[in-house]
């Protein structure tokens, strides 16, 4: 994957996240507002799917677009255990370049000041797997896996999740956002959906998007053999 043209793309965003000019010229006492602000606004709600989309998708999808993917299949493997493959990878690939940014550019802006570096590290960490199974689903099921995991993260959980408060629920950022809530200093981060609530539906999207994803893989297989 990171051989691919995406390498550029997954080290750009990370990039942009140090480049902060307000953060120094800032008043005492002002950095955490900016850290929160940065890491919630930026780091979590831009660049963790975009990179979740590259990865999830850069996993499976250009193998499925160019049938090499049927080399793959022919091989004496299980189709759920290539599937967890792909995932993990996605997975490693979206926290490197997410998480681990966004975790040190916390430390920098405000030394992890009410914990705000770490909560959304947390954050970060958890949408990265969400948003890999979602978008690994995608790359199988789909020939567009990437404008729609665009759709989603870009249109519907910063447009919509902003306007439409129902939207909110069905958003893995805010689901993300009430793990870093309980851990951030209170008044930092500020989430929509209960940390219960948040735990189960990252849980059933993962799983859920995980085994239908291996159930996908297995009927090509099978459309293929006949």
């Known amino acids: 994957m990171l051989a691919r043209p995406r390498a550029p793309t997954l080290s750009a965003r990370p990039a942009v996240l ?9 008043p005492p006492g002002a950095h955490d507002k900016i850290a929160a602000d940065l890491l ?14 590259i990865a999830g998708t850069g996993a ?21 255990t290539i599937i967890l493959t792909k995932l993990t990878v ?62 989603y993260a870009l249109i ?10 129902g939207a909110k629920t069905l958003s893995v950022q805010q689901w993300a956002l009430a793990l870093a809530e309980k851990v951030a200093g209170e008044g930092y981060v500020d989430a929509t959906v209960g940390l219960p609530t948040a735990v189960v539906l990252l849980s059933v999207v993962t799983v859920g998007a995980t085994l239908y994803a291996g159930q996908k893989l297995r009927r090509l297989t099978l459309a293929g053999e006949e």
């Open 18 to 26: 140090f480049y902060n000019p307000g953060a120094g010229r800032a």
């Open 40 to 53: 919630g606004g930026f780091a979590l709600a831009t660049m963790v799917p975009l990179i979740g989309v």
């Open 60 to 80: 499976i999808g250009p193998e499925i677009d160019d049938g090499s993917i049927v080399y793959l299949l022919s091989k004496p493997v299980k189709r759920p």
């Open 90 to 151: 996605a997975i490693a690939v979206t926290m490197a370049f997410s998480a681990i940014p966004t975790l040190v550019a916390g430390f920098i802006l405000n030394g992890n000041g009410q914990q705000i570096a770490v909560a959304y590290t947390v954050a970060a960490l958890v949408a990265s797997i969400a948003y890999s199974a979602l978008f690994l689903l995608l790359g199988t099921v789909s020939r567009h896996a990437v404008v729609f995991g665009l759709v």
């Open 156 to 165: 519907w959980e910063s447009l919509f999740g902003s306007l439409v408060s």
